[in-house]
């Protein structure tokens, strides 16, 4: 059992309001002092973890309004739902706080990742509390011990026609609506979008707008206990058992791992298809490696290991690759060389050698955490570490809408390089969500987005198979040669000169 008092060295230093068992809305200004398993301990971090990565995604996709509370809310409800009429309310309780302080502190440590947690937890905060009833509301204030001055009856009476005139204030709701007096300082953003009446200094704001300036108080208070995390961090991660988890939970993959296969869209896949593939279901990433390995037969030890788990993931079998990767090789080397040299690591990455350990294919995160690749490498992210140059001509061969390469670079230049990954998949598979298709994973990991993209061929096509995609790869076929007679005429076909981080 992992005791969390260990843990609680720098995190705060007073002792305010503890969180009530009935509340689903925590300030979580006490952090937790109870044991819990490492698996729970892991457990709880990557479900949270979970809900604020969908968060950012869905905020990065223009997601608003109801759409985006509904695909929210379906998140939430699948990995930290409360419900306060619930049996297991307590334990979900617990799971929220303990996951939230896991968070901050493997969150704390750098200046970008402080930001990031800061963001989206309190868009979590902020959605939770929005999903609560003008009484509900009310009582989180008074609970939390939030110094709100109430305006009473008759000051509310005496300002009515005042009042009214704020924006979405109606006569049927005065009379039932609570007031809030708030300093002007408090309520800035507020005032400065003319939702709320201001008279000598203060702002007079409804029980429904008092959210925002709720929200920015918790901002504020988590951007402290972030800071004061910090200096705490490099005890805390002494611990053996829990340190590296901690260390790594930034970089965690949250999604499906592909480990088991099944990435090809439902369907079996066959070396045969792997051109037709490349043209038009592989991302950047995949596409690059598979042209690198059909011009020059061949792939250094990063490349072999990043293509060949993700072909393991999108369902190419171990007797499948081991075939593809001979004919390949065997070009420029005897059937011998390949046999010594490489059949074993093909055995190995289906765990069928050495410690047999079932290897996962790489999620995008840890593709553009790994290394640049050098001279004649073709590993890695494109849109991580091509320099400017190179990758505006790769964009210039998808034949692509100039808005959309414009809006690839643009997330490229801001460091986004997931979301142009993702801006990718959307400007070459229009009406996805139409035919049915999610894109849950698309820019997490190049299997998601392969089967994302072949489901979306399948069903644009009539419910064709895989073996469809056979049926046209005389076409990708082509334009695959185009393509690397293009890269050819650039030189050795090494790798590109790494971006700038």
């Known amino acids: 059992m992992l005791g969390l008092a260990s843990m609680r060295s720098g ?56 759409e985006f509370t509904e695909h929210l809310e379906k998140a939430v409800n699948t990995h930290m739902k409360i419900n306060s009429l619930s049996e297991n309310v307590e334990e979900a309780i ?3 706080t303990v996951s939230h302080f896991i968070l901050r502190l493997a969150y704390c ?4 990742l402080r930001r990031w947690f800061l963001t989206q937890e309190s868009a979590l905060f902020r959605y939770r509390l929005e999903s609560l009833s003008s009484t509900g509301i009310i009582s989180f204030i008074q609970s939390n011990g939030l110094a709100f001055e109430v305006v009473s009856a008759d000051d509310k009476a005496a300002r009515r026609s005042r009042l009214l005139t704020a924006p979405g204030a109606t006569a049927a709701e005065f009379e039932r609506c609570t007031f809030y007096r708030i300093p002007f300082a408090q309520a800035t953003d507020l005032i400065g979008q003319r939702l709320v009446y201001l008279e000598g200094g203060y702002a ?31 005890a805390v991660t002494g611990d053996p058992r829990f340190g590296p988890l901690l260390q790594n939970m930034s970089r965690q993959y949250v999604g499906r791992d592909f480990g088991g296969g099944g990435g090809g869209g439902g369907d079996a896949i066959r070396p045969e298809h792997l051109d037709a593939m490349a043209a038009r279901s592989m991302p950047l990433c995949m596409r690059g490696l598979h042209l690198a390995l059909r011009r020059d037969h061949k792939l250094k030890h990063m490349g072999r290991l990043q293509y060949g788990l993700f072909l393991k993931g999108a369902g190419l079998s171990m007797e499948d690759a081991a075939a593809f990767w001979q004919s390949e090789f065997t070009r420029v080397m005897s059937v011998d060389a390949f046999t010594k040299g490489y059949a074993y690591n093909v055995r190995h990455m289906y765990g069928k050698e050495g410690k047999r350990t079932n290897y996962t294919p790489y999620s995008c995160l840890k593709i553009i955490m790994g290394a640049a690749p050098g001279a004649g490498e073709h590993h890695g992210c494109p849109y991580r570490h091509f320099d400017e140059s190179h990758l505006s001509a790769l964009f210039g061969q998808l034949k692509l809408e100039r808005a959309d390469r414009d809006a690839m670079a643009a997330h490229v230049k801001g460091r986004n390089y997931q979301l142009a990954c993702q801006r990718h998949f959307e400007a070459t598979h229009r009406g996805y969500e139409d035919a049915g298709v999610s894109a849950d994973g698309v820019g997490n990991h190049p299997n998601a987005w392969t089967a994302a993209s072949m489901q979306y061929w399948k069903a644009k096509e009539g419910g064709a198979t895989a073996a469809a995609a056979a049926t046209a790869a005389a076409a990708a076929q082509q ?15 090494g790798a590109p000169v790494a971006a700038q981080s």
């Open 479 to 493: 334009q695959q040669q185009q393509e690397r007679e293009q890269q050819s005429e650039g030189g050795d076909g």
């Open 94 to 96: 617990r799971k929220d």
């Open 109 to 112: 440590r750098t200046e970008d």
């Open 204 to 234: 007079y704001v409804p029980v429904q707008r008092v959210v925002a300036i709720v929200v920015a108080r918790f901002r504020a208070a988590l951007s402290r206990s972030l800071a004061e995390a910090s200096g705490a961090f490099p």
């Open 11 to 66: 995190l705060e230093k007073d002792q305010p309001v503890k969180r009530k068992q009935h509340e689903i809305i925590s300030m979580y200004t006490t952090p937790p002092s109870e044991e819990l398993t490492l698996d729970e301990f892991e457990l709880f971090a990557l479900d949270r973890l979970t809900v604020l990565r969908k968060l950012e995604d869905l905020k990065a996709r223009g997601y608003k309004g109801r």
